[in-house]
């Protein structure tokens, strides 16, 4: 079972081998915050609590701003 993960920032694919995870789990696992990511979920951006199932496609946005 694989969940793939793209994070567009460091263009990164990554695939997890898990059943289900969550989107903390997941950001967790790359060392990345959700205060500073947006996760999409087979295009749909998704919360932190939501679950990942076996072959979704995750996409993770960098989100930055300026002054």
Known sequence: M???VR???SNECIELEVK???V???LSKLGLTLSE???LKNGEVITEDDV????SE???FTVKSGG
């Not at 990942?52 to 072959?55: H, I, N, T």
């Open 58 to 60: 995750i996409v993770i």
């Open 52 to 55: 990942v199932e076996d072959g």
């Open 20 to 22: 289900e995870i969550s």
């Open 24 to 26: 903390r789990e997941i």
């Open 7 to 9: 994070v567009l920032e």
């Open 2 to 4: 694989v969940v793939k």
């Open 37 to 39: 990511h947006i996760v």
